[in-house]
């Protein structure tokens, strides 16, 4: 029994690394525009630079998407009936991973916000909600989605305390935290030297730049 369990949890973990490695931004990005999102913009395939090189509807398809990698991967445990919170969180961490080193693009991907979002959504909605709301006021009052990603997800962390969740979840979220710091590494140099570059819908953005 054990081992078929120990099964079902590594497929599970498979299937979530594999969910989080879907590329919303690369699909969309090719097959509704022609255009690969990698060439444009930062580089990156995530729903910030969606809008700056596409625009608001394209990206709001990237964060749908994005998120819901997020969502299902924890959902799936829930309808196995694995009612272990260490196992949700584990296949929640293992589709961040996957958005953020795609096996579909040679293990490169985005920065694992919007995939972050989805997994919370699914384990703790009001602080999903809370933290979204921080990202959106954020992003729209100093338009840098960097500062609004890194302060949002450790508002998470804040909330956790807040909402009075077990212990595993904010163990959970100093890795998050941890991962989003590091993948806005480049980011966080820019905001310190006042070099980061805003977030602004761009459509004729041609050239990948350094954002």
Known sequence: MEIIMSARI????????????????????????????????SGNIGTAN??????????????????????????????????NINIQLLTGLFAIMGHNWSIFLKFNGGKGIATTFGVILSIYPNIAFISAIIWIVLV?????AALGSIVSVFSMFILSFIFKTPVEFKYFLIIINLLAIFRH????????????????????YLKKQDI
């Open 185 to 204: 590494r480049g980011n966080i140099v820019r905001l310190l030297q006042h070099r980061e570059n805003k977030i602004i819908s761009n459509k004729n």
């Open 10 to 41: 590594v497929l599970l973990l498979i299937i979530s690394f594999l969910l989080g490695s879907i590329p919303f931004g690369y699909l969309v990005s090719k097959y509704l525009k022609k255009i690969d999102i990698r060439e444009y913009g």
């Open 50 to 83: 969606t809008f700056r090189v596409l625009g608001v509807r394209y990206a709001l398809l990237v964060l749908i998407g994005d998120c819901f990698k997020g969502l299902l991967a924890v959902y799936l445990v829930k309808l196995t009936t694995i009612e």
């Open 140 to 144: 729209i009052a100093f338009r840098f």
